[in-house]
């Protein structure tokens, strides 16, 4: 979660392509601090950083990120805005997560983009009014933002790094996840039931 608040600027010093993914080596007065697994905004699009080496750090953005943005756009050069994620006594990356499950979702397809994954769940109907496209959800504990959402179904675009670092990878059909839905939804419905 961010604030919008800019606080230092960084410079596209690579840009490197496999797939369907953008691979970009950005370097700033940041890059350092930074640790592997943070989210970082990047001229107000999050990404997470993959690694940190020599005053630089590495971002992936896949196709969903591409279709959706200007950063198929950037250049060798190229100047970033950057901001950490805000602290709440401590960074907040992602969005917030009880740990708190509310339902199963089953996994109903899997597609690989070329160096990005998306799987689509479906889940009980129930449910319906707490998702959003572009919302947040937990699944499996893993903070992921959801598309393509119908009333009992959403897809989630799978970078290579948490694709190789969750437990995601190991998902089939007809598998199920654990899925807590983002709390702020939930007051927001709790609070529109009772002033019905």
Request: with cysteine.
């Amino acid at each position: 979660m961010f604030t919008g608040i800019i606080e230092n600027t960084g410079i596209v010093e690579e840009i490197q392509t496999s797939g369907t993914n953008k691979t970009f080596w950005i370097s700033s007065p940041l890059s350092e601090t930074l640790k592997i697994d943070q989210s970082l905004s990047h001229s107000g699009v999050c990404l997470t950083v993959e690694e940190v080496k020599n005053g630089m750090h590495r971002v992936t953005a896949i196709a969903e990120t591409l279709s959706k943005t200007n950063l198929g756009q950037w250049k060798e050069g190229y100047v970033v805005n950057l901001e950490r994620c805000m602290q709440l006594n401590g960074r907040l990356d992602g969005h917030i997560v009880q740990g708190h499950v509310d339902t199963v979702a089953e996994c109903v397809a899997i597609v690989e983009k070329e160096g990005s994954w998306e799987f689509t769940f479906s889940f009980p109907k129930e449910f319906g009014n707490l998702v959003i496209e572009k919302g947040s959800i937990s699944l499996n504990g893993t903070s992921l933002t959801i598309f393509n959402v119908t009333n009992d179904s959403f897809t989630v675009a799978i970078i290579p790094y948490t694709y190789q670092h969750t437990s995601i990878s190991a998902l089939k059909l007809g598998d199920t996840g654990n899925i807590e839905f983002d709390i702020v939804g939930k007051y927001v419905i709790k609070h529109l039931n009772f002033s019905a």
